[in-house]
């Protein structure tokens, strides 16, 4: 039988056998001077027990290369989770040398993050 070449997903399938937070979550990113600020925000309400459970500050952490310095803030009557990563901007948008100072690029990086389903 025919079907997509080896790692690639049709439009809307998680890969067989694993997930990523984009196959359950839209994630959002800002910034607050160097602090680097994102929201995690599951499509559907089971997916939001898979992520916080999978998605702790630790966990973000390790997979950012960071200390542990990073918050999670849960809001499950929204529901969100929402990780403050401090000082990871290199100055901020104004002090910044490289092309992505409010962080945009480093959500999509959370997006490939591993979940445990």
Do not use: C, W
């Not at 025919?2 to 690639?8: A, I, N, Q, V």
């Not at 929204?78 to 990563?85: E, G, Q, S, Y």
Request: charged share 20%; hydrophobic share 45%; proline share 9%.
């Amino acid at each position: 039988m025919g079907g997509l070449p080896m790692g690639e997903r049709a439009m809307g399938q998680p890969p067989m056998g694993r997930l990523l937070v984009d196959d359950l979550a839209d994630v959002r990113a800002g910034d607050k001077g160097d602090t680097l600020i994102l929201a995690v925000l599951p499509r559907e309400a089971a997916h939001y027990v898979v992520l916080e459970r999978t998605l702790t500050a630790q966990a973000v952490a390790r997979h950012f290369g960071r200390p542990d310095d990073v918050t999670r803030t849960v809001l499950p009557h929204l529901p969100a989770l929402v990780f403050r990563l401090p000082a990871i901007l290199g100055g901020g948008v104004t002090g910044y040398p490289g092309l992505d100072g409010h962080g945009k690029t480093l959500g999509y990086h959370l997006l490939m993050f591993p979940v445990e389903s």
